[in-house]
């Protein structure tokens, strides 16, 4: 055996589990396919709230613990990618929204319909390298290497955070991709977030303040695997951000990023099986659509709680 603890996945659910596992004392070692910073998890806007995320009964839980621990990252930006920033989300009311939000300091009701809060944005490259750097701090290592089968991982304990790669290794044929298109501009002195996103419609219309860019937003293009940005699109989404706040159609575009969301039918699977060779235990961590980020620390307790309750 390689280790106590194989977490198959190097993006922000499979790092966030990992550290997780390490600070319960366990040895852990990251096999992901793509180095952390070429995940999709790399090209997220990644502000924190439920978006596209099922199922809505558990979300509420993984949700909020995860927002304690950005609240507490918060105090040193720098080092986490993590900053507490004020924004609105337009077109929501308190009201339509779960019991979840009754607990997230700040929320208000404006007079017109939309929210108003101070929430995590996390400036996912920095984060990444972060938490990277945590689990090496705590004796854990990442490799890049590819998982065809989960018989070959030499471990006692395997978690899968494999995201869309899910589909093939489980296989899982619930999963789906949702294309998320974004464009980089100069930040032409927007200090505050924006979103108005409904989670039925292919598009949206979003802005993010992070350090040296403004991310604007957005796409969710169910089942289109496209990695590569489209310019008419592109073109689209400036426009609409610039009906918000017209200086943005005069910034300089930065560049482009394209990611695909993994959402699963009927919501994140977040429980255990035995290995496929009866020796040990496969626990799934996967399908969070556009909330990994919101759901990560909570839902990487519960995989630590499942690990260490079957280690004693």
Do not use: K
Request: glycine content about 16%; charged content about 20%; aromatic content about 6%.
């Amino acid at each position: 055996m390689s280790g106590d603890v194989i977490v198959v996945g190097g993006g922000v659910i499979g790092l966030t589990t990992a550290v997780t596992l390490a600070g319960h004392g366990l040895r852990v070692r990251v096999w992901t396919r793509d180095a952390p910073g070429d995940t999709t998890s790399a090209v997220a806007g990644a502000l924190w709230w439920p978006y596209r995320i099922e199922p809505a009964e558990r979300v509420g839980a993984w949700a909020l613990a995860s927002l304690r621990v950005y609240e507490r990252l918060a105090a040193d930006p720098g080092a986490t990618g993590v900053r507490m920033v004020a924004g609105v989300h337009a077109e929501t009311e308190l009201g339509s929204l779960g019991s979840w939000a009754g607990e997230v300091p700040g929320l208000r009701q404006l007079p017109s319909r939309g929210l108003a809060a101070r929430l995590p944005l996390v400036d996912m490259p920095v984060h990444l390298a972060w938490l990277r750097a945590r689990l090496e701090a705590a004796g854990g290592v990442v490799e890049t290497r590819a998982v065809s089968t989960f018989a070959e991982v030499p471990a006692p304990v395997v978690v899968n955070c494999a995201g869309l790669g899910a589909r093939e290794l489980v296989p899982d044929g619930g999963l789906r991709p949702v294309r998320g298109q974004l464009v980089l501009v100069e930040n032409p002195g927007v200090e505050e977030w924006f979103v108005a996103a409904d989670a039925s419609a292919s598009t949206a219309t979003y802005f993010f303040p992070q350090p040296g860019r403004l991310v604007l937003g957005g796409t969710a293009e169910e089942g289109d695997w496209r990695t590569g940005p489209d310019a008419g699109t592109a073109a689209a989404i400036v426009a609409r951000c610039a009906r918000i706040r017209p200086e943005i159609g005069r910034a300089r575009v930065l560049g482009h990023r394209v990611g695909l969301r993994p959402v699963r039918s009927g919501g994140v699977r977040l429980a255990a099986e035995p290995l496929p060779d009866g020796g040990g235990v496969l626990l799934h961590n996967y399908g969070h659509g556009g909330a990994g980020v919101t759901v990560a620390w909570g839902c990487a307790e519960e995989v630590a709680g499942l690990v260490t309750r079957g280690t004693r």
